[in-house]
């Protein structure tokens, strides 16, 4: 079975940084690309960051210019350094990772079980 574990959330200040990171473990056999996610009270998830197994990466609006997402392939482990951080971006963050876990099986995706990031004014 694949789990996601996910660490680095808390609290902090307004303009303050943070830095959250996701790690697979179990039967991979091959990632294809990681996620950050969020969900606030009362919103629906929406995605922060993504990034292929090339490298190519993608922001939400929100986050540009705010945020960086990385990874380390060979440890299977997905960095998401956020700055700047405003009382908006308090939410639950979720790692996603899109995986097969057999060369023939189809790709499927992997959630974390989530972090709370809590930004105070």
């Known amino acids: 079975q694949v789990q996601l574990v996910e660490s680095g959330g808390g609290s902090v200040e307004s303009g303050g940084s943070l830095g959250l990171s996701c790690t697979a473990s179990?039967?991979?056999?091959?990632?294809?690309?990681m996620a950050w996610h969020r969900q606030g009270s009362g919103d629906h998830r929406e995605m922060v960051a993504w990034?292929?197994?090339?490298?190519?990466?993608k922001y939400g609006d929100f986050v540009k210019g705010r945020s960086t997402i990385s990874r380390n392939m060979s440890n299977k482990t997905v960095f998401l350094r956020m700055n700047n951080l405003k009382p908006e971006d308090t939410a639950v963050y979720y790692c996603?990772?899109?995986?097969?876990?057999?060369?023939?099986?189809?790709?499927?995706?992997?959630w974390g079980q989530g972090t709370q990031v809590t930004v105070s004014s």
């Open positions: 990034i292929d197994a090339i490298g190519q990466t």
């Open positions: 179990g039967s991979i056999s091959r990632i294809l690309a």
């Open positions: 996603r990772m899109t995986l097969r876990t057999t060369t023939a099986s189809p790709p499927s995706d992997y």
